[in-house]
């Protein structure tokens, strides 16, 4: 027997690292826990979306198609499943057995609970094996679909084997995935077989468990006439009463490893699986009968292989289904088995999950074991219920068993807690499982206080959440903030690092830059309630974007820079330090000293010289990019201004950190020991002004063109001069603060020996992208670089404009600042070639911002745009916890969309009949066919009233009582919208002008687009979709074909809409669902409704909103809505732009019909018609 503090490293064992469930009275484990703990029976009365209880009871078993109890255990919404989430379609979904939804699922809650996010998991060797034994919905589907209605995916969606392997298929798994079924045994076989797949190597990683769903009364009918259930619904098992079982649903999945490999990992043991065994009864008294040799040897053999002395065995969760010949087979087989070397008072403690949620058939063995986990981690075995008098047919007196009459504490005695659980199928297969508690968990280290990290610095962390919906990431925040609530002890880091590390990131994502538990609950609200708050990052990210990062040059540094994150980021420092080592001797200050001696009086001037100005750029910006990269994020493309491109070229591999410092050590000392007597100037004219200024004064030389502005640079005097005379002019013009004339002939001087220094050092081709800052090229592996290209470098102007045309060329939607505050990003967007197209900027750090709070939003907006962090880097030393796992979106999915529960199913014609029967006056037959005979006088009578009542009521019943009409109803009308892109699909100019005009005065930017008339033209506007979105995320995007330039109804204009708006139209559609554009498309028309008594319809606009309707329902994705216009006017589009835009985007939360009427938004609500009918009938107009 291993000791409680001994580590255990035995290759045998397989850790439990996560699990998760679904079982009667609980949606999740811990709520499983708590009717466990509270001593509940979750065994209800058979719900209506079932089948009809009443119908279908009746206390004698042996009556014809009747149940002799109207109990079960059932969970709810069992219907319900997130198809998008999985990626599945309706038509998929709707033949797919609950079953395999709720395996799926659960599946995935059970690796999040791990602590480990299931995208990790793709193209890994994890195996799936799983417990299935009915097939109520296939059974269901068959008896009601006709042949023509059954699909393909009637097969994969209900087939056994499919169950395992879409989970495989979904999380993209490799190791084995095997369906189970040995019926009531079916889930703690397949627990068995993933040891044994671990054991052998056939996969590192295991995914078991089992599902049962109860759907139809059918399997009920056959247990009930075989005497197999509790005619009460209460499962008393071990007691004198003990009269049947009762049946249960749901599910549950553990996840699996050897348990070297997780203590390697580092995993959360939650129980250690030390041995399991499978055997059949063979030929015992009867196919179904219990043979308790049998489970004597299944025991021993499990204990064997577990390498475990029965006396050692605590408790056993038994089988123990409640059924007077089974119990006491069990209970002498058990007393048997684990009696050997047992101290007379340490007896064998029993009890059995069923008891609280039923018998879950399949499922029953991963219940029996979630249950010992959950009473391993808690220290506590629940009371087993409904045991008040123990059964006469068991021996107690010569068995070494005690049953949990109430809850109990689990007690080590000295040793570990070890339990056992059994589970035997119907047709003679056991199985026996053998579970320990964990080993001690290795120290971890101690909690730092709120808001500070363990590395003593650090004051933000950043909490990740993410989801496929923005509804989803609503409930994902609530749940969080209340897990945070009821969780006070839990640390901010272990709440980060288990929310990014341990969980998968979808598109739609909020980042949450806090500093303690109560601004991390304070922005999980604002998450929740959908409003903005700072520190609050959120958006929309499908990919992740190509990236450049922008490295400052001179003139950005400033005294204390970075100095926060020197103290809190090991990683920054480390990289600084080794910096300053290696120019230590080349400096006549220390660098550190000169970088972060913000307080001394000559902090600012000694940064200002070239000397150290140059070296401690370096030094920050590579601890900057370094940084970066060990929190998993990397460059795309590199690209530095002046002095920034040597950061730029360390970056990209072209020479070695130490390297690097010494050449910008050296260039400072060089550049630094020129005589003073030069300046820079910014000045914002043409670059050809400002070069015909240098030929003017010569000794000025054209330094930068940076697109807003060129840089001259030269002797002060011919600069001041050139200066005045712009001014003059009305030109502005920027002094810059730099202690020489950079990029002019006043280095000419120093060139050769600046040359001759670098050419000592090994340069290597870059390794990425790095953009030329002296040609505006990008490099790759084949670029030659020297001494002469820094001489080069150093002496001619910065194309900076060039540079960032390159960028937008290569196409780089995000453009991250490497340097001590954000001076490139800003010149880089104003450079930008075409504004619609703009990235999205990040500023690393900003001088008048704590220096971690920037840095952490910053890391913020990157994972908000589809960067994914390195969390377990990011966070530094935490541990996982068990935070809210993803809140699935249901919808209800039935293999037809008319779903008609079980119990309508299965009793339509006998109720369709009694109602023809009452309907004819036919009472005796009614009565007949109610109770199965001729009815006595006072039944007679009643229902002869109630037909009598019930033909009165249906002959003076008009139609025209239940009459509901559309209204048009006025809505509140939005500010006006944002400045923002719009795309507009349309071909007449004349009519889109006053859209046009009403675009350019609300600041918004936009495109037109053809209506496509070929598939050609389709193609091509698929292509352009694309393009357009990936450059503007927030692109809105309007169909504006419809509007001709002839308001008047024709004949010609009905022609027209019919071969080319509409045709055109659902070319727009399927080139929108082709690029996977999902951004709403809105089509507008004018006067196709009537929502005015002023109004006119026009046919020829109307027609397209039928489209609308049918486009919406096929296209949910690109579906924007209908909006109808009166005339047209800027003023009318104006407002429409503002309604549009303050729609969200998820199309069941937004308005999808509008009209624009009188200076107001109306929408279509759906009302009783008030109005009485006419009187008069319809008159017909003779034609002859």
């Not at 850790?15 to 484990?29: C, E, K, L, W």
């Not at 909020?510 to 922005?523: I, K, N, Y």
């Not at 591999?653 to 630094?672: I, K, N, P, T, Y």
Request: glycine share 8%.
């Amino acid at each position: 027997m291993t000791s409680a503090g001994d580590p255990m490293d035995s290759a045998s064992g397989f850790a439990i690292v996560g699990y998760a469930a679904r079982f009667p009275g609980a949606a999740d484990a811990e709520e499983f826990w708590r009717v466990l703990r509270e001593g509940r029976d979750a065994v209800t009365e058979v719900p209506a979306d079932r089948w009809d209880v009443d119908e279908f009871f009746d206390p004698d078993p042996d009556t014809p198609g009747k149940v002799a109890t109207r109990r079960a255990g059932f969970v709810d919404d069992v219907t319900g499943f997130d198809a998008p989430f999985f990626g599945m379609s309706t038509r998929e979904v709707r033949l797919l057995d609950p079953q395999h939804r709720l395996l799926l699922e659960t599946a995935w809650r059970a690796v999040e609970h791990s602590g480990t996010a299931p995208t990790a998991l793709a193209n890994t060797n994890t195996g799936v094996f799983v417990g299935l034994a009915t097939h109520d919905y296939l059974g269901m589907a068959s008896g009601e679909l006709a042949y023509p209605e059954i699909e393909a995916y009637m097969a994969i969606g209900t087939s056994n084997a499919a169950a395992a392997g879409r989970i495989s298929y979904r999380l993209g798994l490799q190791g084995p995935a095997v369906a189970v079924d040995t019926a009531c045994s079916s889930s703690l076989v397949a627990i068995h077989q993933a040891c044994q797949a671990l054991r052998l190597g056939e996969c590192d990683l295991a995914l078991a468990g089992g599902a049962n769903v109860l759907l139809t009364p059918a399997t009920m009918i056959t247990f009930s006439h075989a005497h197999m259930l509790a005619p009460d619904g209460r499962c008393k098992t071990f007691d004198a009463a003990a009269d049947g079982y009762v049946r249960g649903e749901g599910c549950g999945v553990i996840v699996v490893k050897r348990l070297a490999d997780a203590v390697r990992d580092g995993d959360r043991i939650r129980a250690v699986i030390r041995g399991s065994a499978v055997n059949q009864d063979g030929a015992s008294g009867g196919l179904t009968v219990p043979n308790g040799v049998a489970q004597q040897r299944v025991i021993a053999a499990a204990l064997k292989r577990a390498g475990v002395a029965p006396g050692d065995v605590g408790y056993l969760e038994a089988h123990g289904t409640g059924t007077s010949l089974g119990d006491p087979i069990e209970v002498q087989a058990a007393g048997a088995a684990f009696g050997a070397g047992r101290e007379a008072d340490r007896p064998l403690l029993i009890g059995s999950v069923k008891t609280n949620i039923g018998h879950l058939e399949a499922a029953a063995g991963i219940a029996g074991v979630i249950k010992v986990i959950l009473a391993l981690e808690h220290e506590v075995l629940p009371q087993h219920l409904h045991f008040r008098n123990p059964s006469p047919h068991i021996p107690w007196d010569r068995l070494p068993v005690q049953v949990v009459r109430e809850a109990t504490a689990w007690e080590r005695d000295g040793g570990r807690r070890i339990a056992g659980v059994s589970s035997f199928g119907f047709a003679g297969t056991n199985a026996h499982v053998i579970i320990e508690e964990a080993p001690a968990a290795a120290a971890r280290p101690a909690p730092a206080p709120v808001g500070v990290d363990r590395t003593g610095g650090r004051r933000f962390s950043l909490l990740p959440l993410s989801a496929r919906t923005p509804a989803a990431l609503g409930r994902l925040a609530e749940e969080y903030r209340g897990w945070l609530e009821a969780h006070p002890e839990a640390t901010l880091a272990d709440v980060c690092l288990t929310a990014g590390a341990g969980r998968a990131h979808f598109e739609h994502r909020a980042a949450l830059v806090v500093d303690s538990m109560q601004s991390a609950r304070e922005l999980l609200g604002a998450v929740a309630d959908d409003r903005p708050a700072p520190g609050l990052v959120r958006g929309v990210s499908d990919d992740r974007p190509k990236t450049a990062w922008l490295f400052t040059g001179q003139g950005s540094q400033y005294a204390g820079m970075a100095r926060e994150l020197f103290d809190a980021e090991p990683v920054f420092a480390e990289t600084l330090h080794r910096c300053a080592a290696v120019v230590a001797d080349v400096l006549e200050k220390p660098l550190l000293d000169v970088i972060f001696d913000a307080d001394a009086p000559e902090a600012e001037a000694a940064l200002r010289q070239t000397t150290y100005a140059q070296p401690a750029l370096f030094a920050v910006e590579m601890g900057l990019a370094r940084l970066w990269q060990s929190w998993g994020l990397q460059p795309d493309v590199v690209l530095g201004h002046s002095v920034g491109q040597y950061s730029a070229a360390c970056v990209a591999g072209v020479f070695s950190l130490e390297d690097g410092a010494l050449l910008m050590a050296e260039r400072g000392r060089l550049f630094g020991s020129l005589p003073a007597g030069g300046r820079m100037a910014a000045v914002f004219t043409s670059a050809e002004r400002a070069e015909s200024l240098t030929a003017e004064f010569p000794a000025l030389s054209v330094a930068a063109y940076n697109g807003a502005n060129t840089v001259l640079s030269g002797p002060a005097t011919d600069l001041e001069a050139a200066v005045t005379r712009l001014t003059a002019d009305g030109v502005r013009c920027d002094w810059l603060d730099t202690s020489h004339a950079f990029h002019s002939a006043l280095l000419d001087p120093i060139l050769d020996e600046f040359e001759s220094y670098a050419n000592r050092f090994e340069f290597r081709p870059p390794q990425l992208t790095l953009v030329c800052n002296r040609t505006g090229a990008a490099l790759d592996a084949d670029a030659r670089i020297d001494g002469a290209y820094w001489r080069r470098h150093a002496r001619q102007p910065v194309e900076f404009a060039k540079s960032v045309r390159t960028l937008a060329d290569l196409g780089c939607k995000e453009l991250l600042e490497t340097g001590p505050q954000p001076v490139l990003t800003a010149a880089a967007l104003r450079a930008w070639p075409d504004p619609a197209t703009s990235p999205r900027a990040i500023a690393s750090l900003r001088r008048n911002t704590a220096d971690h709070r920037q840095i952490t939003e910053a890391l913020a907006e990157a994972y908000v745009s589809g960067h994914l962090p390195d969390f377990a880097a990011v966070v530094g030393p935490a541990g996982k916890l068990d935070l809210p796992t993803y809140p699935f979106q249901h919808r209800q999915y039935w293999y037809r969309d008319n779903r008609e529960s079980p119990n309508r199913q299965q009793n339509t014609a006998s109720r369709t009949e009694a109602m023809r029967l009452l309907e004819d006056g036919r009472i005796e037959e009614l009565a007949a066919l109610l109770d199965g005979g001729s009815g006595d006088r006072q039944t007679l009578h009643v229902l002869t009233k109630l037909a009598a009542q019930h033909n009165g009521q249906r002959k003076s019943q008009s139609i025209a009582d239940d009459r509901y009409e559309v209204r048009w109803q006025k809505s509140t009308t939005p500010a006006a919208a944002e400045a923002s892109m719009w795309l507009l699909v349309g071909d007449d100019t004349t009519a889109l002008a006053p859209l046009v005009d009403a675009l350019s005065a609300g600041g918004h930017r936009h495109q037109v687009l053809a209506l496509p008339v070929s598939d050609a033209d389709e193609e091509r506007l698929a292509l352009a979709l694309r393009a357009a979105v990936e450059d503007e995320p927030a692109l809105r995007i309007l169909h504006v074909a419809a509007l001709g330039s002839d308001p008047e109804p024709s004949t010609r204009s009905l022609l027209r809409m019919q071969h080319h708006v509409l045709g055109g139209t659902r070319r727009l559609f399927r080139a929108a669902v082709a690029a996977d554009l999902r951004r709403p498309i809105w089509v507008v028309t004018r006067g196709a409704q009537h929502v005015t008594d002023a109004d006119t319809v026009s046919p020829d606009q109307s027609c397209l909103w039928g489209f609308g309707r049918a486009a919406a329902l096929e296209h949910p994705h690109v579906w924007g809505g209908l909006a109808d216009l009166a005339e047209g006017t800027a003023d009318e589009w104006g407002r429409l732009l503002a309604q549009v835009a303050a729609e969200p985007r998820e199309s069941g939360l937004r308005e999808d019909q509008l009209a624009l009427r009188d200076d107001a938004a109306y929408v279509p609500r759906l009302v009783r018609r008030t109005a009485p009918p006419s009187g008069a009938p319809p008159a017909l107009r003779p034609t002859w």
